[in-house]
């Protein structure tokens, strides 16, 4: 189970961090990522942090601005966000996954990737 939270009305310019707590598995077992779904678009991915070693990758437009941790002894991921523009209005989702490629975990929400584990989200809106 993976259960989000943290999520709100915030300004643009602002901050905001989200929490992705798990059960029933470990983050050294699953690597998690965090995907968003603005209203009318697809969902796409935003960063993830891989089970190995805690490496992240990020989607290009929040390089620089977002960070992912992890916390493994309370099963929660962190997801920093900085700088946000109303256009970054979504559900914010997190997922997990048991594959990683060359350690580390990888955006792409095709069956190989197995993100096969899924929250119910957390709605971050941006105000302009």
């Known amino acids: 189970q993976l259960v989000e939270s943290g999520g709100g009305l915030v300004q643009s310019g602002g901050s905001l961090e989200l929490s992705c707590t798990v059960s029933?598995?470990?983050?050294?077992?699953?690597?998690i990522g965090w995907f968003r779904q603005a209203p009318g678009k697809d969902r796409e991915g935003v960063g993830c942090?891989?089970?190995?070693?805690?490496?992240?990758n990020f989607e290009e437009s929040v390089k620089g601005r977002f960070t992912i941790s992890r916390d493994v002894a309370r099963n929660t991921v962190y997801l920093q966000m900085n700088t946000l523009t109303p256009e970054e209005t979504a559900v914010y989702y997190c997922?997990?996954?048991?594959?990683?490629?060359?350690?580390?975990?990888?955006?792409?929400?095709?069956?190989?990737?197995?993100?096969?584990?899924w929250g119910k989200g957390s709605l971050v809106i941006v105000s302009s």
């Open positions: 997922a997990a996954t048991f594959t990683t490629v060359h350690n580390r975990c990888v955006l792409d929400m095709g069956d190989y990737y197995g993100w096969n584990y």
């Open positions: 029933g598995f470990t983050l050294d077992q699953y690597s």
């Open positions: 942090i891989s089970k190995i070693g805690g490496s992240t």
